[in-house]
Structure formats: structure tokens, C-alpha cells
């Protein structure tokens, strides 16, 4: 590891498995803030990546608050070229639940209470994750699309925030649907005036400020702040 500032960040390979069976490897970037109090793994959208800009933002402003991120890859280029794999949300999640075995198999993350953050697609990844895996401590999804999870929203144990753009109304309505199905500690966010991609001033800096504080709440062991 480098230290940045006062975070270690690594680029690591999360060990995973392809549709037919066999082993890969998916990169990804690994950041522990000094005395970190918890970890996030971030599941991107449909047609982005671990280098998507949106999520390093909110990263970013994670690490302010002492929380770890891993940001990967979901798929290997290969397979993100076909656009069934782009939208598989059983297999993203499966790839999500791999990064979870993988972070809780290393000495220096296996400890940390863990948080998913899901964009897009990804959120419904999140959300099947979160589902089958009860190490998970709470879940945010930015501009997501939660509806695709299906069945799984009802066996998400913990809390759960979907933090939509006011202006996003087609995803806004089908993140109210998903709210109601949601059995567990819950909010939906709306942020006034942002798109899908919340593009607009200050609107991506509210989802960050939004995630930080949720986290904060659910990964920070009891008498922190």
C-alpha cells in the first residue's frame, strides 16, 4: 500500500468467478483512512466502472469521515462488451457478495463494519448482496434502480437509503414502489432539481453529504462520531 495523505490506497484484483465457473480476477482500488471505522464497497452503474467519477467523488467525502471504499469492477472488459452481462443483476450480485468474502478474508478490512454503495444497476446488485450477506450494515443507492433487485427487497436486513434526483421522475417513482417493499429501517431522499446523473451544482455534493452521514450513523461503532 501508498499512503495518500492520511489513507492507505492499494490497487488490489477481488477473486470472483465467471458465468461458466471459471476464476478471475476484477480491479479494483482499495483506500483505508487512518484509523478507519468501517468499509464501502461501491457496485457502479451500466456502462461505468471503478473509475467512474461520480462514485470517487462520494469516495472522497467517505474518507473525510473515516470510512474505507473499494471501488472494482463488476465485470472484466470482455464481459461488459455484451450488454446481457451489463444488466445480469444476478450476476453483479454475485460479484458484489465475492468482493464482501474477499475484504472480509484480509486482516486489515476483515474487522470493519461494511456498508454498499449502488449506483444505477448497481444498486440492485447492492440490494441482492445485502440480501444474502448479514455482515452488511447498511446500503445507499444513488440514482438507483432498487425495483430490479425483485424478491430480494424484502430480505434486506438493514438500513437502507435511495437518494433520488427530483427531476428523475421515471426512477423516482419506481424507487417509491421499492421504498414500500423495503422491510427494514428506510428513507428515500430526494434531492430538488437533479437528473439521473446529478450533474447539477451542488447535487452530487448533497448525495455525498447524504451517504456520509447515513454511513456515519450505521458503520461508526457505538460512541464514535
Same mark, same amino acid.
Given at each position: 500500500?501508498?499512503?495518500?495523505?492520511?489513507?492507505?490506497?492499494?490497487?488490489?484484483?477481488?477473486?470472483?468467478?465467471?458465468?461458466?465457473?471459471?476464476?478471475?480476477?476484477?480491479?479494483?482500488?482499495?483506500?483505508?483512512?487512518?484509523?478507519?471505522?468501517?468499509?464501502?464497497?461501491? +457496485?457502479?452503474?451500466?456502462?461505468?466502472?471503478?473509475?467512474?467519477?461520480?462514485?470517487?467523488?462520494? +469516495?472522497?467525502?467517505?474518507?473525510?469521515?473515516?470510512?474505507?471504499?473499494?471501488?472494482?469492477?463488476? $465485470?472484466?472488459?470482455?464481459? +461488459?462488451?455484451? #450488454?446481457?452481462?451489463?444488466?445480469?443483476?444476478?450476476?453483479?450480485?454475485?460479484?458484489?457478495?465475492?468482493?464482501?468474502?474477499?475484504? /472480509?478474508?484480509?486482516?486489515?478490512?476483515?474487522?470493519?463494519?461494511?456498508?454498499?454503495?449502488?449506483?444505477?444497476?448497481?444498486?440492485?446488485?447492492?440490494?441482492?448482496?445485502?440480501?444474502?450477506?448479514?455482515?452488511?450494515?447498511? %446500503?445507499?443507492?444513488?440514482?438507483? #434502480?432498487?425495483?430490479?433487485?425483485?424478491?430480494?427487497?424484502?430480505?434486506?436486513?438493514?438500513?437502507?437509503?435511495?437518494?433520488?434526483?427530483?427531476?428523475?421522475?421515471?426512477?423516482?417513482?419506481?424507487?417509491?414502489?421499492?421504498?414500500? /417493499?423495503?422491510?427494514?429501517?428506510?428513507?428515500?431522499? %430526494?434531492?430538488?432539481?437533479?437528473?439521473?446523473?446529478?450533474?447539477?451544482?451542488?447535487?452530487?455534493?448533497?448525495?455525498?453529504?447524504?451517504?456520509?452521514?447515513?454511513? +456515519?450513523?450505521? $458503520?461508526?461503532?457505538?460512541?464514535?462520531?
Amino acid at each position: 500500500m501508498t499512503l495518500t495523505g492520511t489513507a492507505a490506497a492499494a490497487d488490489i484484483l477481488v477473486p470472483a468467478f465467471s458465468a461458466s465457473g471459471h476464476p478471475l480476477d476484477l480491479p479494483g482500488r482499495l483506500v483505508l483512512p487512518d484509523s478507519a471505522r468501517g468499509l464501502v464497497l461501491f +457496485a457502479h452503474g451500466s456502462g461505468s466502472s471503478r473509475t467512474s467519477p461520480r462514485n470517487r467523488h462520494v +469516495a472522497e467525502v467517505l474518507h473525510e469521515t473515516w470510512l474505507g471504499t473499494l471501488l472494482f469492477d463488476l $465485470l472484466t472488459e470482455r464481459e +461488459a462488451a455484451d #450488454r446481457v452481462n451489463v444488466f445480469d443483476i444476478g450476476l453483479l450480485g454475485e460479484r458484489l457478495t465475492a468482493a464482501i468474502a474477499f475484504v /472480509r478474508s484480509r486482516e486489515t478490512t476483515a474487522p470493519l463494519p461494511l456498508g454498499l454503495f449502488g449506483a444505477s444497476t448497481g444498486a440492485a446488485a447492492a440490494l441482492i448482496a445485502a440480501a444474502q450477506e448479514p455482515r452488511v450494515a447498511a %446500503v445507499v443507492s444513488r440514482g438507483g #434502480r432498487p425495483d430490479m433487485a425483485g424478491a430480494a427487497l424484502g430480505r434486506v436486513h438493514c438500513p437502507t437509503l435511495l437518494v433520488v434526483g427530483g427531476h428523475d421522475e421515471e426512477v423516482l417513482a419506481l424507487n417509491r414502489l421499492a421504498l414500500e /417493499r423495503l422491510d427494514c429501517e428506510k428513507r428515500l431522499a %430526494v434531492v430538488p432539481g437533479a437528473t439521473h446523473l446529478f450533474e447539477e451544482p451542488g447535487a452530487l455534493e448533497e448525495v455525498a453529504r447524504l451517504a456520509a452521514e447515513w454511513f +456515519a450513523r450505521h $458503520l461508526h461503532p457505538k460512541g464514535t462520531s
